[in-house]
């Protein structure tokens, strides 16, 4: 499958858009069915101690509660274009924002898929690319621990081998992956399988209805394949197991839970966030990567109340999976802005296609969940361990690690620089990345099970976007938060309270937004998908673009 960015996507969502408004009126005038009035699903956050009279509320407003999660956020539904202010005006709730900033009618679909044929072989073969990489970076091409250990300078810059890797290689940490899920057929990881849940529902926008869930249900475990690629991506950074094949991770003996909250188009609402975190806290995990700003606006000002609702429900999430003793960890922008200088926001709303209008940001603005309290940030890294061109930076992060960038390999190498790591096998965008000349591994090679593919996609993402964001500088009591993750574990133990706990163990930088994970012991993959670039199961090489 294959989903352009840009405007062929936008091209794409308006003519499937259409269709679908074209079919209702249609519809109308021949006088067989009535058409459908438009529903728009919202975010409701209750008072504490108050819910009762905050459903109430909705009801009276014209809403339809679909779920409320345990800390008293409500998804809704309705068709009321007064809803939002209506409920507002009562003072009953805390806040509401629509979801998506969406209205679409009932059985429009909002999802959109190609399917393409790969049209080209792939370059270079195992052999091939670890010779490369080892001319390039200096190394033996016997560099271990796994074939395309010469690629991985990342885990060189860590010390990962040897280096962390006698000290510990994860085992016992279950690090959640909050990103578009991940390939299920892949061998590469330890995959909790069982509590990996897909977050993406039918009202989702740019969902497939392959990943779609009803609220709440977590049976339906192939909704959580990687229809994106990201995902995959950022567990095999995180925790690729040492197994002989490709490549290996920071933590390859760390068990990976899935908590899918990201389309297949790249998309992460807050209704999906929300309950991916509160998941996290139910499950206790170790630590949560979040690599993407949560859609529909990159910066959410308080003096708007759609984005201080998303605000309050994605903080009031964080702050109860904080409480059950989750590491929050985000990526801080591949925007390559200083986060203490606001400017202007040029690309939100991103949802729908051709929404974002420009407009400037204060020190009142936040980009989620990056800024919430008590989250590890990080900033990315490349080779030469300078700052990456593309990467956020400024006093909100605090740690980087390495997140790839092509200008600073020894030599410059246009396809070289980045991050290698796993990549899905429902990617949607192969197809692009083979004509691209980007897949650097042929199908017959990293074949550790038979019916299982691997190639490497040489992945240009990230591309300057002229978003401005700053804000005031704050301390940041990292050194609490960081003794939070050194006490994780030392390999096998558990710490006070009998739970085994690990270091976030994760690595730096992918495709579209970014940032990067902290030295050895803690490590946090980074990227935001971007928009279009679902994967296939492959090893790709993401980082800077252009």
């Known amino acids: 499958m294959y989903s352009e960015e840009g405007e062929g996507m936008s091209r794409r969502f308006s003519g499937v858009l259409a269709c679908a408004i074209a079919g209702l009126t249609v519809l109308a005038v021949a006088g067989t069915a009535p058409a459908v009035p438009p529903t728009s699903r919202y975010v409701v956050v209750l008072k504490e101690h108050q819910s009762a009279v905050g459903l109430a509320a909705v009801k009276t407003a014209g809403g339809k509660v679909v779920a409320v999660n345990k800390i008293g956020i409500a998804t809704v539904d309705s068709s009321q274009p007064s ?20 209205r679409v ?58 280096g962390s890797y006698d000290v510990t290689k994860g085992a016992g940490a279950r690090l959640g992956d909050i990103d578009t899920g991940i390939d299920l057929t892949s061998h590469e990881f330890n995959l909790d399988l069982a509590t990996s849940c897909s977050f993406i529902y039918a009202t989702t926008p740019t969902s497939n209805p392959a990943e779609q869930v009803p609220v709440g249900d977590c049976s339906n475990k192939s909704a959580i ?148 309290s008590g989250v590890v940030v990080v900033t990315a890294t490349g080779a030469q361990n300078l700052l990456s061109w593309y990467s956020t930076y400024g006093n909100i992060t605090d740690v980087a690690a390495p ?34 000349g980007r897949l650097a591994l042929p199908d017959a090679d990293l074949r550790p099970h038979a019916g299982t593919r691997a190639r490497a996609v040489l992945v240009d993402c990230e591309r300057p976007r002229p978003r401005g964001r700053a804000r005031t500088a704050r301390p940041r009591p990292l050194e609490r938060r960081l003794l939070r993750v050194a006490e994780r574990h030392v390999d096998g133990v558990a710490p006070r309270g009998g739970r085994r706990r690990a270091h976030p163990g994760a690595a730096s930088e992918d495709v579209g937004r970014s940032g990067g994970g902290g030295d050895p012991q803690l490590r946090h993959i980074a990227g935001m998908p971007c928009r279009a670039r679902p994967g296939r199961r492959v090893l790709r090489r993401a980082g800077a673009g252009l």
């Open 105 to 162: 009618g009932t059985g429009a679909k909002l999802g959109w898929s190609t399917l393409r044929t790969l049209t080209r072989a792939a370059v270079n073969n195992p052999t091939t690319e670890a010779a490369t990489c080892a001319s390039l970076f200096s190394v033996p091409v016997t560099t271990g621990p796994d074939p395309l250990a010469p690629c991985q300078w990342d885990m060189r810059a860590i010390k990962a081998n040897p």
């Open 225 to 372: 394949q990687d229809l994106a690629g990201h995902g995959t991506h950022t567990a095999g950074i995180m925790a690729a197991r040492i197994n002989g094949h490709g490549t290996s991770g920071v933590a390859p003996d760390a068990t990976i839970v899935a908590l899918k909250a990201g389309t297949e188009q790249g998309y992460f609402f807050t209704d999906s966030v929300v309950n991916s975190l509160v998941y996290a806290g139910d499950h206790q995990l170790d630590v949560a990567n979040m690599s993407f700003f949560a859609d529909p606006w990159l910066f959410n000002c308080g003096n708007d109340a759609d984005q201080k609702a998303i605000v309050q429900a994605i903080s009031r999430a964080a702050k109860y999976a904080q409480q059950q003793g989750v590491v929050l960890v985000a990526a801080a922008g591949n925007d390559g802005i200083d986060m203490n200088h606001p400017t202007v926001d040029e690309i939100s709303p991103d949802y729908p296609p051709g929404a974002a209008v420009t407009r400037p940001v204060g020190n009142n603005c936040v980009v989620m969940p990056t800024e919430i």
């Open 403 to 436: 997140g790839g960038s092509r200008f600073q390999t020894p030599t410059f190498d246009p396809t070289r620089g980045r991050v290698l790591a796993p990549y899905s096998s429902t990617a949607s965008d192969l197809a692009v990345e083979d004509a691209l």
């Open 83 to 102: 809803f939002a202010p209506k409920l507002r005006a009562s003072g009953a709730v805390l806040g509401v924002a629509n979801d998506a900033a969406f």
